[in-house]
């Protein structure tokens, strides 16, 4: 077998038993500096929960900040998309669509069955 043919063998193997080939190699990144001042009994009690957890103190850090970067941006997505639907809401009450066929057949439906006269 060539190797062109061992590569596509091997690729159509590993997706039909569910293997996954290796990402493409990125470029990393370049990182950017984040520096903040605090105080020495906060430093102490990071030092102490990266100790403990086996990390570093900006793994720990960082960690957490993006922890609660992205929960505050869910939040007021949460917000703005709740604000969104009452926006919606309000605009369905006070201009409610024709009904549809569907809609009256079902209602003459639920009045023949539920509600005969």
Same mark, same amino acid.
């Given at each position: 077998? #060539?190797?062109?043919?061992?590569? =596509?063998? @091997?690729?159509?193997?590993?997706? $039909?038993?569910?293997?996954?080939?290796? !990402?493409?190699?990125?470029?990393?990144?370049?990182?950017?500096?984040?520096?903040?001042?605090?105080?020495?009994?906060?430093?102490?009690?990071?030092?102490?929960a990266?100790?403990v #957890?086996?990390?570093?103190?900006? =793994?720990? @850090?960082?960690?957490g900040?993006? $922890?609660?970067?992205?929960?505050?941006? !869910?939040?007021?997505?949460?917000?703005?998309?709740?604000?969104?639907?009452?926006?919606?809401?309000?605009?369905?009450?006070?201009?409610?669509?024709?009904?549809?066929?569907?809609?009256k057949?079902?209602?003459?439906?639920?009045?023949?069955?539920?509600?005969?006269?």
């Amino acid at each position: 077998m #060539s190797a062109v043919h061992t590569q =596509d063998f @091997v690729a159509s193997t590993s997706k $039909r038993q569910g293997f996954r080939s290796p !990402a493409p190699r990125h470029e990393v990144a370049p990182k950017k500096r984040l520096e903040c001042r605090i105080q020495e009994d906060v430093h102490q009690t990071l030092e102490l929960a990266a100790q403990v #957890s086996g990390r570093t103190v900006t =793994d720990l @850090v960082v960690a957490g900040a993006l $922890r609660e970067a992205r929960e505050t941006l !869910a939040n007021q997505q949460v917000i703005q998309m709740a604000r969104e639907a009452q926006i919606c809401f309000a605009e369905m009450l006070l201009n409610p669509p024709e009904p549809t066929e569907a809609f009256k057949k079902a209602e003459a439906n639920y009045k023949r069955l539920i509600r005969p006269k």
